[in-house]
């Protein structure tokens, strides 16, 4: 079975801190994925990668920054924590097949506060 | 950009009863994931398709492609099927093509 696993599950921070975010994949796939997750708002894409070294922006890519060193791992990092990006995050990983209709796994998810 | 739309938005019934969830979207696709999310978080794919009928277990998911519609049904529904219901349609050639809709939480009462 495919594990996709997040460093923490609850995460607080204070406004301004510097925060990483890190999600492991052990299925050997070339896609990674950062959301969050609000009430009201469902599942929204922040970035994604395709490859190591490569990241694309997805619709709300403000405030945030990705690292992708090697392929298993892919990191969200918060330059500087503000309360409006407490939220659920969660990520996700697929099988790269060329049609970008693939299953995507998810993690368990850190729910992070910022204070 | 595809809009998705889910409905009922909430939903609570009693244990065996059969549950219907739809989805519709606004753009041509090329599939159409449902997602099973408990409390707690974890989101697990349940299907994905891009044309006529899946089943697993109790599960059921129909899509109609010239509707822009489809549902997930629930047959002799039980209180673990609690849980927030996803749907996503992938309407672009990239791994970013997916759009979600805002999720239906159903709780089944013993």
């Known amino acids: 079975d495919v594990k996709v696993t997040q460093s923490s599950r609850y995460l607080v921070k204070r406004t301004g801190e510097k925060v990483f975010l890190e999600c492991v994949q052990d299925?050997?796939?070339?896609?990674m994925f950062w959301y969050r997750q609000d009430p009201g708002l469902g599942l929204r894409l922040i970035y994604f990668?395709?490859?190591?070294?490569?990241?694309e922006k997805g619709d709300i890519p403000e405030g945030y920054s990705v690292s992708r060193e090697k392929k298993e791992r892919f990191s969200l990092i918060l330059e500087s924590a503000s309360t409006n990006q407490t939220s659920m995050y969660l990520c996700?990983?697929?099988?790269?097949?060329?049609?970008?209709?693939?299953?995507?796994?998810f993690g368990p998810g850190t729910r992070l506060t910022v204070l | 950009k595809n809009e998705v739309e889910q409905s009922p938005q909430n939903l609570t019934a009693q244990e065996g009863e059969f549950i219907t969830i739809n989805c519709s979207y606004s753009?041509?696709?090329?599939?159409l994931h449902w997602l099973q999310q408990h409390p707690g978080g974890g989101i697990v794919s349940l299907f994905m398709l891009s044309s006529g009928k899946k089943k697993h277990g109790r599960l059921i998911a129909t899509i109609n492609i010239q509707e822009k519609h489809s549902s997930l049904h629930i047959t002799a529904s039980h209180p673990r099927d609690s849980a927030v219901y996803i749907c996503?349609?992938?309407?672009?050639?990239?791994?970013?093509?997916?759009?979600f809709g805002k999720g239906t939480h159903l709780i089944i009462q013993p």
């Open positions: 996503a349609a992938h309407s672009g050639g990239g791994a970013d093509g997916l759009t």
């Open positions: 996700a990983s697929s099988l790269w097949q060329g049609v970008g209709t693939d299953t995507q796994y």
């Open positions: 299925m050997d796939h070339e896609n």
């Open positions: 990668s395709y490859d190591v070294k490569m990241k």
């Open positions: 753009v041509g696709i090329s599939a």
